[in-house]
């Protein structure tokens, strides 16, 4: 069992980790140009199952579709996992639905609008193709192991949730990490905590609901045993220390109805 060395950053996918029957792979370079902001997609196979996270919107599925055709058969992908409800994590449902057997792993808060996305024509896209989560989260059976869906609450949609691999040891967090980096950085878990905190800081501040709701987050994430952090934006947190000081940031963090005025001027 090991983590992967990372390979050179205009490879198409990269290996978060691989012990010969479970692997994680992330995908960080699909979105080109200025056609949309930076995103992350990770694919974890045990066995003869696969999940994949994040998936993206319509932008992403061609270039997505054929970087993970080189790893499994798409037809036979067993999840689509949505940590929540933005066009850049599930955008693309509709595709995914038709061209694979996968079913869609979503907050049941989200299970009526996520469909919004796919035509009403469309068949085999019913409510069967769809696990619905509870407010505390389910075990999502993966080969001979399972994934974690974590709450994460108003961190930052009302209904999210992140994937815990008990394997790997990586928390596949969403929106909470993420980071804001020049196109064409290698995609390598950060060296400097304290020097990855501003690229942090003006997103989380702005795009996560309250203190309170990190406090609660930082009380589950100190159960998990991590290994790694991977934002669907930016780059990983990697190691104890790391880990340690991210859950220790975001447990102190000022954001959203914290930084409301009384007056009219914005604090963000």
């Known amino acids: 069992m090991s983590i992967s060395p990372f390979p050179r950053p205009d490879a198409m996918a990269i290996e978060l980790f691989n012990n010969g029957t479970h692997r994680c792979l992330a995908f960080n370079d699909l979105v080109r140009g200025d056609d949309g902001v930076q995103a992350n997609q990770f694919l974890v196979i045990d066995g003869n199952q696969s999940a994949l996270i994040d998936p993206g919107g319509a932008l992403l599925y061609t270039p997505l579709s054929l970087a993970l055709a080189q790893h499994m058969r798409l037809r036979e992908l067993t999840w689509i996992l949505a940590s929540h409800q933005d066009p850049d994590i599930i955008g693309s449902v509709d595709s995914w639905l038709l061209y694979t057997q996968a079913r869609v792993v979503c907050s049941r808060l989200w299970g009526r609008f996520i469909p919004h996305s796919v035509p009403h024509y469309q068949k085999d896209a019913g409510r069967d193709r769809y696990l619905l989560l509870n407010d505390e989260g389910a075990n999502i059976p993966l080969g001979a192991s399972h994934l974690q869906a974590v709450p994460a609450h108003f961190l930052h949609s009302v209904g999210n949730f992140q994937f815990y691999d008990p394997v790997s040891r990586i928390l596949f967090s969403g929106d909470l990490g993420a980071s804001l980096i020049d196109a064409g950085t290698h995609y390598t878990p950060i060296t400097d ?14 795009y996560m609901a309250s203190n309170r709701a990190c406090r609660w987050w930082a009380r589950r994430a100190r159960r998990l045993d991590i290994d790694m952090i991977v934002p669907q934006h930016g780059l990983p947190i990697q190691g104890p220390a790391n880990v340690a000081r991210f859950i220790d940031w975001v447990e102190s963090l000022v954001c959203g109805v914290d930084l409301l005025p009384e007056g009219e001027a914005m604090a963000f």
């Open 193 to 206: 905590f304290d020097a990855h905190v501003p690229l942090m800081a003006g997103f989380h501040r702005r």
